[in-house]
């Protein structure tokens, strides 16, 4: 099974070391560090949404977050929205659930997502 997923794993920790290389601490921090504020999570919310991340790569990349100094607030938003919002697969969920269940479903777990992010940001 690991050899199966082991290409995927590889790409995927391509593209995450390159993307740290690309947008250093700094830019990370600006754009999703604790100054960033609600524009900083809502950000983290879009990206997670859009993204097509399988969570065995999202929980390390989440550690490496918090260790540039992504406040746990914002990282929490991130990986929640990546698991349960799905941007890109919408239309097939669309096809397959209705575009009233599809659209409410990832209505709700944006939301949920955002309140997620805040109930870790109070308790951590």
Do not use: C, H
């Not at 590889?10 to 690309?22: G, M, Q």
């Not at 929205?81 to 269940?101: D, H, N, R, S």
């Not at 209505?107 to 992010?117: D, M, Y």
């Amino acid at each position: 099974m690991f050899l199966t997923i082991l290409p995927t794993l590889l790409l995927v920790i391509a593209l995450v070391s390159i993307f740290l290389y690309l947008f250093p601490k700094e830019v990370l921090a600006s754009t999703l560090g604790a100054k960033s504020g609600f524009l900083g999570v809502l950000i983290a919310a879009l990206l997670g949404s859009i993204a097509l991340i399988p969570p065995f790569i999202a929980f390390p990349l989440g550690r490496i977050l918090l260790d540039q100094g992504i406040p746990a607030t914002t990282v929490a938003v991130f990986i929640t929205t990546l698991i349960m919002v799905g941007f890109l697969t919408l239309p097939l969920e669309i096809k397959f659930l209705g575009k009233k269940a599809a659209l409410l479903r990832n209505f709700f777990s944006f939301a949920g997502a955002l309140i997620i992010g805040l109930l870790v940001g109070i308790l951590y």
